[in-house]
């Protein structure tokens, strides 16, 4: 390092009168004292490293004006104070896009959590009696009215559901689950792996695409626990395949006295098909055959909160709630709530069609979707920049989350570019702003898919467009 480095470096700001010129101003006079100081040394240390990087590559090394470093503390205390976790648009067409947070809640859902997360509440206090409560009790008898179950369990998520199931009725035991259903899913869960953690042991069965009941009959020994069948999510196998149903699982496992569990994963409390989709294993379905315990989340078809739902013979799920680990995958009030409320809605004709946005999205006639897709580009079309070119295609959506993965849903994309800007750059600028904007990029283009996108959003995508084009005017189409 030398000499004139080493002088340019001694004379970057010092932090106590970095602290007292920006105190001078009168700005962030309520912040820590402790943590403007780590700011102001993280600004003035990423000052040094960035001079001393010019250095060693033969560029200019120009000593930072004090404003700029004063400025760059602001920013970083904006930074701070701004939600990392906040609400974007979807406009990628997956409806249940397990990044994005999965399904949006019911408006009653969110209004039910306000009002019970925001005072006191009888979590796990029976009113009645006067006594301590079960905090399962508020959805107990909702759940079982609405799938047929004998009794019913909420956990923070289907992982979690399953791994508390399959070390309740499995630890140190075999399970059988055919080989076409050793799945792994986002966020890389794999079935293998959670019956790892939970003590069970897998016994495979069958080949990848077929796998037979005699295959299941010749595995049962001494040692097995559970005879398990596991929803395949986005994983499918086409051609020379063969599966065996519940059905034949329940009255092989009756025959030798051992359970089955059914991994609905998804899961799902209508009949999808009755809404022009493909048809979805629903949880009445599964226990109507007998399955002795049903797991699913609940921020998926469902379209409530993120939970994991184990539903099935009254004896099983009390030994499954007696588990010690119960508590430590427990849900929380605010989950409680929301799902509570999303149950109810599903108690009317009506309500879960036209109040639950997840099935509105995937069951909406394509003549709407694209109503609304004309309506939001006549919105971009009064934008003044010039540089903006929209135009209207026809593509497909996706369910997501693992659910209905062969259905391609019609939908109305709005294909945009923006004169200058490349498709990738375009999506970078539209997922950094304020509300960001998540798209998909496809045939060089960036498409907003309007299944996705309700028009309380539109507000928000044309400030977003305004924000990247500072002025001009949009292309008709």
């Given at each position: 390092m030398d000499d004139q480095l080493k002088k340019i470096l001694r004379n970057l700001p010092k932090i106590d009168e970095l602290m007292q010129l920006i105190h001078q101003e009168g700005r962030m006079l309520s912040l820590r004292k402790d943590i403007l100081r780590d700011i102001c040394r993280g600004v003035v240390e990423k000052f040094r490293q960035d001079l001393i990087r010019h250095a060693e590559q033969n560029r200019p090394v120009v000593p930072p004006a004090l404003p700029s470093v004063v400025a760059r503390v602001r920013q970083a205390v904006d930074d701070l104070r701004r939600y990392r976790f906040r609400r974007v648009v979807n406009a990628t067409g997956v409806v249940l896009h397990t990044n994005l947070g999965r399904a949006p809640l019911w408006d009653k859902a969110l209004e039910h959590v306000i009002e019970t997360a925001g005072g006191y509440a009888n979590l796990e206090y029976d009113l009645n009696k006067g006594t301590r409560g079960q905090r399962y009790d508020h959805v107990r008898s909702l759940l079982c009215l609405l799938t047929g179950a004998g009794d019913a369990l909420v956990v923070n998520n289907n992982a979690a559901a399953v791994l508390l199931v399959l070390n309740t009725l499995a630890e140190g035991k075999e399970v059988i689950v055919s080989r076409g259903e050793l799945i792994e899913i986002g966020g890389e869960f794999r079935i293998p792996e959670i019956m790892q953690k939970s003590g069970a042991r897998l016994r495979e069965v069958g080949t990848t695409n077929r796998t037979r009941l005699s295959d299941y009959a010749r595995a049962i020994g001494n040692d097995t626990a559970l005879l398990m069948k596991v929803h395949t999510s986005n994983f499918r196998i086409i051609g020379f395949t063969e599966d065996t149903n519940c059905a034949a699982l329940v009255d092989l496992g009756g025959g030798y006295g051992l359970p089955v569990m059914n991994d609905l994963g998804s899961g799902c409390l209508i009949n999808l098909e009755s809404y022009g989709l493909r048809h979805e294993p629903t949880a009445q379905e599964a226990l109507s055959a007998g399955v002795d315990i049903v797991t699913f989340s609940?921020?998926?078809?469902?379209?409530?909160?993120?939970?994991?739902?184990?539903?099935?013979?009254?004896?099983?799920?009390?030994?499954?709630?007696?588990?010690?680990?119960?508590?430590?995958?427990?849900?929380?009030?605010?989950?409680?709530?929301?799902?509570?409320?999303?149950?109810?809605?599903?108690?009317?004709?009506?309500?879960?069609?036209?109040?639950?946005?997840?099935?509105?999205?995937?069951?909406?006639?394509?003549?709407?979707?694209?109503?609304?897709?004309?309506m939001l580009i006549k919105i971009l079309n009064k934008l003044p920049d010039t540089r903006w070119r929209l135009e209207m295609k026809d593509g497909f959506s996706m369910a997501g989350g693992g659910s209905l993965p062969d259905q391609q849903i019609p939908t109305s994309l709005i294909a945009v570019r923006y004169h200058g800007l490349t498709p990738d750059t375009l999506e970078e600028r539209l997922r950094k702003l304020e509300v960001p904007i998540i798209v998909r990029i496809a045939d060089d283009e960036v498409l907003l898919d309007l299944r996705t996108i309700v028009e309380n959003e539109f507000p928000w995508i044309r400030q977003g467009f305004e924000s990247i084009g500072k002025g001009g005017s949009a292309a008709r189409i």
């Open positions: 609940g921020d998926k078809l469902l379209g409530g909160p993120q939970a994991g739902l184990i539903l099935g013979r009254k004896e099983l799920v009390e030994q499954i709630r007696s588990n010690p680990l119960n508590r430590a995958l427990r849900i929380d009030k605010m989950t409680l709530a929301a799902l509570e409320a999303t149950l109810i809605g599903y108690l009317d004709e009506g309500t879960v069609g036209e109040g639950f946005r997840v099935v509105r999205s995937l069951t909406e006639p394509l003549a709407d979707v694209r109503r609304r897709a004309r």
